[in-house]
């Protein structure tokens, strides 16, 4: 069964309290997922590149119409330490969050967390004036 018709044959917010246990292929790099390995309950992203579906307006409720792919742009960590995902729906910008799974891509999952230092929102070359100016010695060596 696939996971887009779930809404259609269960009442609402079945997927709240019941495990799901289908497979599913990513609609971003084709690969099979499975629920064995993930350590939860709710696999709801590729392992591989952390992509998902928009199919839920609140967690488990299938409600959502839009259907679009939901691309990891970021990762958050909870209380206790356990890492979270951030997904951005690319056709309507939906933006929730999914619990890292166990089987989760380890290369994926640090290229998404360190992809805003690796692009800065202010000129790296000017490190040292914009430190100066903040009242810094304005010296990245001594």
């Known amino acids: 069964m696939n996971r887009e018709n779930k809404r259609k044959q269960y009442q609402k917010g079945y997927y709240r309290k019941n495990a799901c246990d289908d497979s599913f292929m ?5 690969r099979l997922n499975i629920p064995d390995g993930a350590a939860s309950e709710h ?4 392992s591989n590149c952390l992509s998902s579906q928009h ?3 609140k967690p488990g409720d299938r409600e959502a119409d839009c259907g679009g792919v939901m691309e990891a742009i970021g990762v958050w960590v909870r209380k206790g330490g356990e890492w979270a995902i951030i997904h ?3 056709q309507c910008g939906h933006i929730s969050s999914n619990r890292c799974a166990a089987d989760d ?3 994926k999952l640090m290229s998404v ?10 000129p790296i070359e ?3 004036e914009l430190t100066a100016l903040m009242g810094g010695e304005g010296q990245l060596f001594k």
């Open 26 to 30: 990513c609609k971003v790099c084709g």
């Open 43 to 46: 696999r709801n992203h590729c």
């Open 55 to 57: 199919l839920d307006n």
């Open 88 to 90: 951005r729906c690319k």
């Open 105 to 107: 891509n380890p290369l």
């Open 113 to 122: 967390a360190l992809k805003p230092l690796s692009n800065p929102p202010f």
């Open 126 to 128: 000017r490190i040292e």
